[in-house]
């Protein structure tokens, strides 16, 4: 049998062709009516749609999830945004290694492909603490949840509405059981607070958890200590430049809509800012009152998203760094980059370009698309696309009354964001065998 997969797919289509699959079998739970509040079937692109966006943790809904789905509808919704949080591949190791103890060198080549490890960690210890990170976050986001809804609501549902919001915040997911959002905690701290812990701590990545944890470590214990990899001091210091450039930028283009108070004009920036960068999706204003400035400076975040190994989706801040760092190094005309004091291999230079080159293509490919299919404003069109591919679930409103075509084009779209665009191309693209001769140079005018 394993032969014979492997001869059908390579490991990335095998990884993509099991995301279908989940999303499949997501489509079909929620067309039972038992997962509906009034025992209705739902639609098969509306249930398509919505397993989608969870195994993508997009969270783009096409329907309210606390009103429309019962307990074993948002029950399968959360256990989609979880696997698809992790990665399907995670899950499997984890079960395995609890069957068997060990896993197979095909599992781990698979793996491997889908988590895109660095080669200096161990892949079954990463797989483990992965996990550990996860419940442990998710645990506490879970109660400082509970801490504010339990004067919300009843006993019996505070604890599930805590853990799903701290599932979907932590998988960055950003599907909520409330119509608006977080919108009627948009000035609680506490709520802001640790939807910043939950949301931080699922995008900047779990190669970036794993070294953090680690300085930690040897930090108590007092043992001499690593500097930090460079991958955690490019992911934490354009992670930061991000949200405090996007907070200001909407702190002044907002002004005084939403509130005259200082500190809740603050709260309101940095959240719309943080929940952009890192493609969670919660909001606690009304995305649809935004000026075209704000939603411009929300269209840039969302495009660039989180970084590599995370829940997040978007280019990643690393392919971002990589991409400007050769930009300038050619206008300066040096022939090798540095960051942080560590030179860059111009290999990654050629992986960034090809992924933002497809990301570019697909968003611009399915937009034009949405601009014949659908008769709304321009820039509501492409924030709706650029949410789809970097997974965020952020709307002006548009997405219930898209239509079929609309909403097609936006799976799509949310289905090459989480798998990854450059996953996509490698997939699609036939690799061609290395010739044994190169072409004579010719120059030609590009300026």
């Known amino acids: ?85 992790l990665g399907y591949m995670i899950l499997f190791v984890l079960i395995t290694l609890l069957l068997r103890n060990k896993l197979s060198i095909t599992g781990k080549k698979y793996l491997r492909e889908s988590i895109s490890r660095l080669s200096n ?56 059981l409330f119509p608006n959002s977080l919108s009627d905690y948009g000035i609680n701290w506490l709520i802001n607070l640790n939807t910043f812990v939950l949301v931080i701590g699922g995008s900047i990545g779990f190669f970036v958890i794993y070294d953090i944890s680690h300085y930690l470590k040897r930090f108590f214990k007092r043992e001499p200590i690593k500097r930090f990899s460079l991958q955690t001091k490019i992911v934490l210091t354009t992670s930061l430049i991000l949200y405090a450039v996007g907070a200001v930028l909407l702190f002044f283009f907002e002004n005084d809509k939403f509130t005259n108070n200082f500190f809740d004009k603050i709260l309101y920036s940095a959240f719309q800012s943080i929940t952009a960068s890192t493609t969670v999706g919660f ?80 968003i611009l490919f399915f937009t034009l698309i949405l601009t014949v299919s659908e008769q709304i404003d321009f820039i509501k069109i492409l924030f709706e696309s650029v949410s789809a591919f970097g997974t965020i679930g952020l709307s002006t409103g548009i997405t219930s009354n898209l239509s079929s075509i609309g909403k097609i084009s936006i799976i799509a779209l949310m289905l090459i964001g989480r798998i990854g665009p450059l996953v996509i191309g490698l997939s699609v693209i036939p690799k061609i065998q290395n010739n044994n001769y190169i072409y004579p140079e010719e120059e030609i005018l590009i300026s």
């Open 283 to 362: 909001n606690t204003v009304d995305i649809g009152l935004l000026t075209n400035a704000s939603l411009f400076v929300i269209i840039v975040l969302m495009f660039i998203g989180g970084s590599p190994g995370s829940t997040a989706g978007g280019i990643k801040t690393t392919n971002l760094v990589v991409f400007s760092k050769f930009a300038i190094a050619a206008l300066r005309e040096r022939k090798y980059v540095a960051v942080f004091k560590r030179t860059i291999n111009s290999t990654l230079f050629q992986k960034a370009v090809a992924q933002i080159f497809i990301a570019v293509i697909s």
């Open 1 to 85: 049998m394993h032969k014979i997969i492997n001869r059908l797919f390579t490991p990335v289509q095998l990884i993509q062709v099991g995301f279908v699959l989940l999303i499949l079998l997501g489509t079909f739970l929620l067309m039972l009516p038992i997962s509906t509040s009034s025992n209705e079937s739902q639609s098969f692109i509306d249930a398509l749609f919505t397993s989608t966006s969870a195994v993508s943790t997009t969270g783009l809904i096409v329907v309210d999830t606390g009103s429309y789905y019962s307990l074993f509808g948002e029950t399968v919704i959360l256990i989609l945004i979880q696997i698809g949080g």
């Open 121 to 176: 960690i161990d892949l079954i210890r990463f797989v483990k603490l992965t996990i550990m990170f996860t419940i442990s976050f998710e645990a506490l986001g879970t109660v400082l949840y509970t801490v504010v809804f339990i004067n919300h609501f009843d006993t019996s549902d505070v604890i599930f509405i805590s853990l799903f919001h701290s599932v979907s915040a932590f998988c960055t997911a950003g599907f909520s």
